[in-house]
């Protein structure tokens, strides 16, 4: 039965963090890389576009293209910017983490 019980437990443990990671890469970090990899084609597609031939009233592209060349970026805390490198590091912390669990929970088993 105990052995049960904790196969069990690291089922439900495994099933959950990798939902977790799941929506935190779907609902984050995916949309986040989008919109930075867009921003930064913006002033390329804007540049490319007969802005020169527009009315004058209409050359308001001019700022907005210099506006466009900071790309956007989503910041969390206001200190790491959330994108698919950040989904990356927290994966790589998570597995670190859940085998240096393991390895302290058979050493003070053995």
Excluded at 72 to 91: F, P, W
Aim: glycine share 4%.
């Amino acid at each position: 039965m105990f052995f049960r019980d904790t196969i069990e437990e690291i089922m439900r443990a495994v099933i959950y963090s990798a939902l977790m990671f799941f929506e935190f890469f779907i609902c984050y970090c995916f949309p986040a890389q989008e919109l930075m990899t867009q921003s930064k084609e913006l002033p390329d597609i804007l540049y490319c576009t007969n802005w020169y031939r527009y009315q004058k009233h209409s050359k308001d592209v001019l700022t907005f293209l210099g506006k466009c060349q900071v790309p956007i970026t989503l910041n969390v805390g206001g200190m790491v910017e959330l994108d698919l490198r950040t989904a990356v590091a927290a994966l790589k912390t998570m597995v670190s983490y859940s085998m240096f669990l393991r390895t302290m929970t058979l050493l003070s088993e053995g």
